[in-house]
């Protein structure tokens, strides 16, 4: 698989070499195929040695076709390798506007995805995803969004921690994915799941026509036979190849193209061909193994089949299958192919999807991931150490420590206008993602109890629906209140809290929630602007105050992006107001 691992000056090179004989490959199957056409009209003829002729050319032909194929093959996995390289290099300077989005993923009403960039433009979806079908991306998608599961995010880090140790096994079935374009595998399904039965008719004829058509030919070049009973062995060939026809013609519209099979099939030998340790990984291999054959070996096969099957009414193959009635040994090649066939292969698309996920997990750790460690804790606590957020450059983020717990069980955080506040919440609330997917947090450490997470940050008017930002954001705390008051341990983000009403009502609502918040089974960070609700942290002691600060210096102002505790002194708003143009007169 080390041949998956390129530089880019070795890359380049390797390109030139192979176009180059692809070209040369090209101009012989020109060659070979003019001689075919040729020797086959002097074959029908004149007969004798130019039959022979035509057998050698039609050998080289054929030869020469799986060549030029194969080094096309070759030539667009180093195209995906180099595509994959630019990819990576955009990860991890956090470039992100070129790569997928995951836009059709995005869902507001979902209990924390539509809060934390984990979708859109400069998104988490960006930073993780490598995989390269619908489905597989569907697939991440859905785990990426959740809920929370100690015991399988713990698996999950097993096999993940083996995968990173595997970069080339990851780069080879993202690089193989991405060469190589995939269809849907619906029809293939259906169609594999249908029995084919071949009668003693269909071997009597699989015989009978090339000894018969072989025949034939001989002994019109002899003179022995007249060339009129050529075409009345082709009419009765064309009767009875209508036995087949409709059965091929199935196999031909349902078999996956070949690019198609490639990618099934060398993602499969991939798999198969690597060790695992880890339980859920071994898992997955184990059903390309279930039964039968290796995945990869029926796809060969069927690879070689579909190739005749689906080129079986071109120019070259048509004058063949009507002298030889080679539509029968096609037949019973397939028949006697689905009889093999194990179950493991109707399950192929739904297994090589988890492998996408798989390798989005891996590729992500081998890429940007950071050394931080992450534990899972029985009782209900979140603590970070020197957490940052992954969507920012590493050079460039600041890190900060918090720690809640039964009795830290909230914190009220306030600051100036841009000082962090959004940003250090969703540093935590994606941080917790990262460690439900099986992946290390952005910090030093981070431990998580058997939470779920739930976010009311982007409450947004909704004009369709006639819904306010101020009733979107009651609706998500009611909702969040309900899932409280059924006994759930909750981690709970809530930003700006109830910032669509008037002050007084504001500081009131804040503090009844918090008293109702207090009591229940969830703990987690508030942020605000009304300084007044600090007073709650020096009546409760489960109430902690950190805030961000920020300094004016003449016409600037400075951030540190550093949280404190205790609440914020001082507020910037003024001060930004009159740096975008607002003119506060002084009394006269």
């Known amino acids: 698989m080390g041949k998956f691992l390129y530089s880019s000056e070795d890359l380049e090179k390797k390109l030139q070499a192979l176009r180059a004989k692809v070209v040369r490959l090209s101009i012989l199957r020109l060659i070979a195929f003019l001689g075919l056409g040729a020797f086959f009209i002097l074959s029908l003829t004149d007969g004798g040695f130019w039959i022979f002729l035509l057998l050698a050319f039609l050998v080289l032909f054929v030869s020469l076709i799986k060549q030029f194929n194969h080094h096309k093959d070759q030539e667009r996995i180093y195209l995906a390798i180099e595509q994959l390289e630019k990819r990576k290099q955009c990860r991890q300077d956090r470039q992100l506007a070129d790569l997928d989005a995951g836009l059709e993923f995005a869902d507001k009403a979902h209990p924390f995805s539509g809060d934390l960039d984990l979708f859109g433009p400069h998104s988490l979806f960006q930073l993780l995803n490598h995989s390269h079908s619908p489905s597989g991306k569907k697939a991440l998608a859905a785990l990426m969004g959740s809920s929370f599961d100690p015991d399988l995010a713990q698996q999950r ?73 050529l075409g009345a062995w082709i009419l009765l060939g064309i009767l009875l190849l209508g036995l087949v026809f409709g059965s091929l013609k199935k196999a031909a519209e349902a078999i996956p193209v070949a690019a198609t099979l490639q990618s099934l099939r060398l993602r499969a030998e991939e798999i198969e061909g690597t060790p695992f340790s880890a339980t859920l990984l071994k898992q997955d291999q184990t059903r390309l193994l279930a039964e039968g054959k290796p995945a990869s070996q029926q796809l060969q096969e069927l690879d070689t089949l579909g190739l005749w099957v689906q080129n079986r009414i071109n120019l070259l193959y048509l004058p063949i299958n009507l002298l030889f009635w080679t539509d029968f040994i096609l037949y019973l090649w397939l028949v006697q192919w689905k009889i093999k066939v194990s179950s493991s292969l109707i399950q192929l698309p739904e297994t090589l999807e988890a492998w996408e996920v798989w390798v989005s997990l891996g590729s992500f750790e081998v890429e940007v991931g950071h050394a931080g460690i992450a534990t899972w804790s029985q009782a209900p606590i979140l603590e970070a150490e020197q957490v ?41 609330g994606i941080n917790a993602v990262l460690v439900n997917l099986g992946l290390r947090p952005f910090a030093e450490r981070m431990t998580l109890g058997s939470l779920q997470l739930f976010t009311s940050m982007r409450n947004t008017d909704n004009l369709g629906e006639s819904v306010s930002s101020f009733y979107a954001e009651l609706f998500r705390i009611r909702t969040l209140l309900q899932r409280l008051e059924q006994g759930e341990a909750i981690f709970f983000l809530l930003d700006e809290i109830l910032k669509g009403t008037n002050t007084q009502d504001r500081i009131s609502g804040s503090e009844a929630l918090v008293a109702q918040l207090l009591p229940s089974q969830g703990l987690g960070m508030i942020s605000t602007h009304d300084i007044e609700l600090a007073a709650l942290g020096e009546k409760e002691a489960r109430v902690q105050n950190y805030s961000f600060h920020s300094e004016i210096l003449d016409q600037e102002i400075l951030f540190d992006y550093r949280l404190k505790e205790g609440a914020c002194p001082s507020f910037n708003a003024h001060k930004l107001m009159e740096l975008m143009g607002i003119k506060f007169e002084g009394p006269e």
């Open 157 to 229: 880090r097993e096999a993940v921690a083996e995968l990173q140790e595997k970069p080339a096994f990851l780069r080879a079935m993202e690089a193989i994915g991405l060469a190589f374009a995939q269809g849907k595998q619906t029809s293939w399904k259906l169609w594999l799941e249908q029995a084919e039965r071949a009668s003693l008719l269909h071997k009597v004829l699989a015989v009978l026509g090339p000894l018969g058509g072989l025949c034939m030919l001989v002994l019109i070049a002899q003179g022995i036979l007249p060339q009129a009973v």
């Open 388 to 428: 940052f957020h992954p969507l920012l450059h590493p050079a460039k983020a600041v890190a900060n420590s918090i720690a809640l717990n039964a009795d830290r069980k909230l914190v009220l955080l306030t600051g100036s206008n841009m000082s962090g506040k959004t940003t250090f919440m969703r540093t935590l």
